[in-house]
């Protein structure tokens, strides 16, 4: 239940990141085609998080310390583009137009999606 919750909760980051970032747009005028959509997009993004940023971690571990993990922001950044484009591929309405609308909606989601969570018991509790 609570990865269903957790994907709620990524899917709603994602719409809120439509809403404020210039640059990241959901194309569709069904309210079943936009929640679809978001819900797939948080399950790609989901999963192209849990197996790139791993790897990026290890292989550039090198940039995060030189830069003092400010390269965090490029690779969520790039990832988030990643997301967009195999969003693109597989004819979902949703759009990522550039780098810069990349970084601050990664950044959006990021911080939007760490304070949903602050809510969500562990399991542990």
Same mark, same amino acid.
């Given at each position: 239940?609570?990865?269903?919750? &957790? ?10 990141? #439509? ?8 194309? #569709? ?7 679809? #959509? ?9 999963? =192209?998080?849990?197996?790139? &940023? ?41 759009? =990522? ?29």
């Amino acid at each position: 239940m609570g990865i269903l919750i &957790r994907l709620g909760i990524s899917a709603l980051a994602l719409w809120i990141a #439509t809403l404020i970032v210039p640059g990241i747009s959901l194309e #569709t005028a069904s309210l079943g085609g936009a929640i679809g #959509t978001l819900v797939a997009v948080a399950v790609i993004f989901g999963v =192209v998080n849990a197996v790139l &940023r791993p790897l990026i971690k290890v292989v550039g571990c090198g940039f995060y310390l030189l830069t003092l993990g400010l390269i965090a922001l490029v690779v969520n950044g790039l990832l988030f583009m990643l997301t967009g484009w195999i969003a693109g591929e597989l004819n979902l309405p949703f759009v =990522v137009d550039g780098f810069w609308p990349a970084v601050f909606g990664a950044l959006l989601v990021s911080i939007v999606s760490w304070a949903l969570n602050l809510f969500v018991p562990d399991g542990d509790d």
